[in-house]
Nanobody, 122 residues
Framework: QVQLAESGGGTVQAGDSLRVSCAAS????????MAWFRQAPGGERQFVAA????????EYADSVKGRFTISRDNAKNTIDLQMDSLELEDTGVYYC???????????????WGRGTQVTVSS
């Protein structure tokens, strides 16, 4: 059973940077693609970024391209999301997810963390 725990959320001002992290535990973690999703208040869960098993392939939502960077350390079982030039629209709960397929679709991810709140203020 894979368990995921996010950390690093907080309140920042527009234009600031923030790094959220996901600590993973369980068997065969290196075989899972990993992703970050977010959910704004009253909104649906949306794809943010994904990274392949070995870390050689990444994908980003158009709204965060050039501002966010996803990375993973399979030795430490961590997945990070570096967020730069944050905008008000980046506010939401950020979820870490693990799945068998590299995808931007939430249905492809079997394991989810509880989320960490990121609030961007003006």
């Amino acid at each position: 059973q894979v368990q995921l725990a996010e950390s690093g959320g907080g309140t920042v001002q527009a234009g600031d940077s923030l790094r959220v992290s996901c600590a993973a535990s369980g068997p065969y973690l290196h075989t899972y693609a990993m992703a970050w999703f977010r959910q704004a208040p009253g909104g649906e869960r949306q794809f943010v970024a994904a990274i392949s098993r070995g870390g050689g392939r990444t994908e980003y939502a158009d709204s965060v391209k050039g501002r966010f960077t996803i990375s993973r350390d399979n030795a430490k079982n961590t997945i990070d999301l570096q967020m730069d030039s944050l905008e008000l629209e980046d506010t939401g709960v950020y979820y870490c997810a693990a799945g068998g397929a590299f995808s931007d679709r939430s249905r492809q991810y079997s394991y989810w963390g509880r989320g960490t709140q990121v609030t961007v203020s003006s």
